[in-house]
């Protein structure tokens, strides 16, 4: 995976136990496996004889799994195994889950030490199933998987697309930030849940005519971030995105736009039922007056220079700013190459915000396109706090706990 939006530190002191079964997808649980453990989360293994078939113990252990169980009756597996996710393990993940382990699970049958070990299990479950599309869609497997869903197991549902065997259809383990994103929320304190969160971001594009435009090199990253870190966290959480590509969970709303227009007119359509708003998008303050005819404007027509008029676009978060009720909080970015916190100032009262996130650009190793970000932060009660330079996802989340203190 290397969506690095979904990679979030902290979860040491956590525990996932990771069963896997046989399916051709069983060698994906060493990626999972590896982005377990560089959470920070501890994780053992549950390995079942058809598993075996695909996979090998000692290339869990290889990765950092401890311990790695094969079968109930190793000597391994001699001291109350079949227990031992129960009495230490957070969240058990079962990935990928065949056809056979569904049924197990449904029907609390115990016959080998996974099945075992979930039928005494009491915290979260994770369940991605990986199947042929005809196993997927038999009447046995969706009533095993409903009754599943119905008892609390957290299922993240097979993806569309061509099997092992050559036949296309649902039935396709998921992608893998899918499966890690659930396993990490069933380890996150839920402290955002019930809270409805926008967040704005990526660059606008505004054209000047059929093939060219007035933008900026923003990515988004730093919003993506913050949409993940919100969603781990239980809120619901709508992204509106300038056209940049990122992964999302389903349950996400993402409405894409492209200009300073559109996504002016988005944000103020969901401003009003929202908690809190994080503006990350980098917004042009200008844009182009399009050329004539709305085709392509031809080099040979400008001569020898081209001259080109700019008109203001929207102020989005002055606008938000305006249109805050009681209660909701509103977080604005500011990024400068000089006089950061002067800048940060002005910007926090003119915009009403209740934060400013100021963070310094045109540097390689923070600002737009980097994976980490340094800020200064200004709350509207006059504190402020340094930030040193953080992973843009630790920092997402220093975000959100800042929008609680300040």
Partial sequence: MTTTHCDFKGYSGRRVHLGVTGSVAAFKALSLLRQLVASGASVGVTLTAAAQRFVTPLSFEALGADPVYTDMFSPEAANFAHLAPSQTADVLAIVPATADILARLSCGLAGDLLACQALAF???MVVAPAMNPRLWKAAATQANW?????????GVTPECGEMACGESGRGRLAGEEAIF???????TPQDMAGRKVLVSLGPTREYFDAARFWSNPSTGRMGACLAMAAWLRGASVTVISG?????FPEDVTVVPVVTASQM???CLAVWPDCDMAVMTAAVADFAPVPHPGGGKFKKAAAGKELTLVFSPTHDILAAMGQKKRPGQRLVGFCAETEHLL????????RKNCDLIVANPIGRSDAGFAALDNEAVVLAADGRTEHW???PKTEMAWKIWDSTNRF
Avoid at 146 to 154: D, H, I, M, Y
Avoid at 181 to 187: G, N, P, Q, S, V
Avoid at 243 to 247: G, L, Q, Y
């Fill in 264 to 266: 002016h007119d988005a």
């Fill in 243 to 247: 056209p940049v590509s990122w992964w």
């Fill in 342 to 349: 002067e800048n940060a100032k002005g910007k926090l009262t």
């Fill in 122 to 124: 009491e915290g979260t």
């Fill in 181 to 187: 994103t659930a396993i990490l929320k069933a380890l």
């Fill in 388 to 390: 040193a330079s953080a």
């Fill in 146 to 154: 409903q009754t599943l869903l119905a008892r609390g197991v957290v």
